[in-house]
């Protein structure tokens, strides 16, 4: 089915595609609906290089002779070429760009084009591509986490010591380092950058060679293409070569997880640059106006990566369900993997720079609203139970005790910090003047220094620690 390409002429999408066995040519309709080129177009630089190897392996075993590997491998240069000047534009005739580009090298260089897919079916082919694809792909988001890694460490560095209200369930918890907030944001684009390299390993692995699903009657060497390419190693059965699709599922997975990340983050985007919090002020080259509330700055960016971790998800699911049915081998289902990869590394490329750009240069930390923000609430409140336990009281104790304080405060419209000494004492013998010192913002937060908290020399060394996480690489 996959074999003996027929001269077509170009441009005419009801030609024959396959072998004299057809009688007559595809329906219109069919032949549009059949056709990837549309997309798989996307992989012309990675079909040519995987060619490329492979004319060089055939020439190398003897299969074909090395002036026709020579001829072969500048004529698909040629090719590169004429993309790269847009002089190479393929309609839906040639039904996917690897029909393209073989027509196209037969149109350069005679006959001897018609030598290429010896030993090769489009199957392991395109399976080729696509990992060289996405083996490209992954190096490029990966240099990207590391560009925002960075924004947030030079962040980070100049904020050790500002404090911003810590949530639980979304209401005040404790204060913590801004600092400390962003790098946690930094951790989970590590795990992001290492999974993604851990991917990488599956994904370099070789299908080419595996043929249709069998294998080949010619003497080819599996290993040299490989090499040639750059892979670590090759496919060891044919079968899963041709129809193994878990590396392109690994990825949606980790491209879903860095949209998970964030959209979390836009989402703090958007609370903290509302008027209810007030954190931050979006600059003008982020933000964008209303077409009828002149009033209005809205945070378009952090909301457009929210909105867009759907469709990456979604593509994951599309990729589960494509797979879950599907018997060995190939099978023209496959052919679906390739929009719902490409929108993913299009889409996760997109939001990681817009929201490092967004980060980096497109907002503003109100500090002062910020200083306000953790010394009018009662996060300290675990801080006076810490005060007493640490006075002898046991912790629970402690806690009520601090319970019945807090509703008191509340009653009479007052914070922790406007209790007088006798009013203290009156509470508990063990209070002492400095209470005052335990429970200001900046103690607090100073106070929490176990290994991992939100101290500063906790973070210190944090910042340390991503600091040179980010030189080893
Ligand atoms: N365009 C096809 C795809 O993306 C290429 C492989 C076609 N193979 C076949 N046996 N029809 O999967």
Redesign the pocket.
Known sequence: ??TELTQQPAGDPTAKTWSQRFESALHPAIARFNA?IGF?IELIEYDITGSQAHAKMLARTGIISPEDGEQLVAGLEQIRQEYRQGQFQPGIDA????FAVERRLTEIVGDVGKKLHTAR???D??GTDTRLYLRDRIDQIRSQLREFQTVLIDIAEVNVETLIPGYTHLQRAQPVSLAHHLLAYFEMLQRDYERLGEIQKRVNISPLGCG?LAGTTFPIDRHYAAKELHFDGVYGNSLDGVSDRDFAIEFLCAASLIMVHLSRLSEEMILWASQEFGFITLKDSCATGSSIMPQKKNPDVPELVRGKAGRVFGHLQAMLVLMKGLPLA?N?D??E??EALFDSVKTVKACLEAMTILIREGLEFKTDRLREAVSEDFSNATDVADYLAARGVPFREAYNLVGKVVKTCLAGGKLLKDLTLEEWKALHPSFEVDIYEAIAPQRVVAARNSYGGTGFDQVNQALQTAKSRLALS
Not at 95 to 98: G, S
């Open positions: 089915m996959d990837s798989d039904e996917d760009v690897h079916s489009r199957n082919q395109v249709a190939y023209k496959l052919q993997d390739k």
